[in-house]
């Protein structure tokens, strides 16, 4: 993070707008953002989605209502921000945890926009980029990326409910097979309840009959931060609700 942060605040004293790929709400981007103001030069656009990223592109390279604009993003800009100044020359940092892929999807849409606007040559006064995905996600990331290659009947993802890296290991495996983000070993109330937690309805949910009946294969993933104790417990709780204890397992 502080990586992050020392570069945002390089763009502010070189009057760059940090363009910030993140949640606006989200401690650690509104930490970056105040960073993006530290030298008074410099402002902050936070961006989501690709989605968000694309209006932004083409607001760059055609213009547009900068009313619209400024609604669309409300709570997601600094203080006097002006899309028509402020998008002239930018440069593009992110939330440590959002996904590497979609963060240089975002990057490299903002460069595309830059150069069809000022041309390849120009390219440097105007956008800039550097790659602030933290290690230990994106090792994550990259193995549950491997896994899910393989052929699995559900995906067990362990963390806390308000970590973003480990809510973007759950998304990536809702994408291809049933998921359930847990908090511990304990949601796994039985070989047909399972407690969870639904990113969508932002709440714990109860489904029912979530472990397939005779023979499964089980992905299992956890946050970068998550204590390995509770991958074990996970694990165990898996087997036992097979009537496979410990001792077994080690036996084997």
Request: charged share 25%; with cysteine; hydrophobic share 40%.
């Amino acid at each position: 993070v502080m990586s992050v942060w020392k570069r945002v605040r390089q763009y502010s004293k070189d009057s760059v707008t940090s363009i910030i790929h993140g949640k606006a709400w989200h401690e650690e981007t509104m930490a970056t953002s105040s960073q993006a103001r530290a030298s008074g030069n410099g402002h902050y656009l936070v961006v989501f989605t690709l989605a968000e990223t694309d209006y932004v592109c083409d607001y760059i390279v055609h213009g547009g209502d900068k009313a619209d604009f400024l609604k669309k993003f409300q709570g997601a800009y600094s203080e006097g921000f002006d899309p028509d100044i402020h998008l002239r020359a930018i440069g593009v940092a992110n939330q440590t945890t959002m996904l590497r892929g979609e963060t240089e999807d975002v990057q490299r849409r903002l460069k595309n926009a830059m150069i069809q606007k000022y041309g390849q040559a120009e390219l440097p006064g105007h956008f800039r980029f550097f790659d602030t995905i933290c290690g230990a996600t994106q090792d994550r990331q990259d193995a549950l990326e491997k896994l899910l290659r393989e052929p699995l009947d559900l995906l067990l993802v362990i963390g806390g409910y308000n970590s973003s890296n480990t809510s973007h290991l759950a998304e990536m495996g809702e994408a291809r097979l049933p998921t359930f983000f847990i908090k511990n070993a304990a949601k796994m109330v039985s070989d047909r309840l399972i407690r969870h937690y639904d990113q969508h309805q932002h709440q714990e949910i109860e489904t029912a009959n979530w472990l397939p009946a005779g023979k499964a294969t089980v992905g299992i993933t956890a946050g970068a931060s998550c204590p390995n104790n509770l991958i074990e417990d996970t694990i165990r709780r898996v087997f036992e609700l097979r009537g496979i204890s410990v001792q077994q397992l080690l036996a084997a």
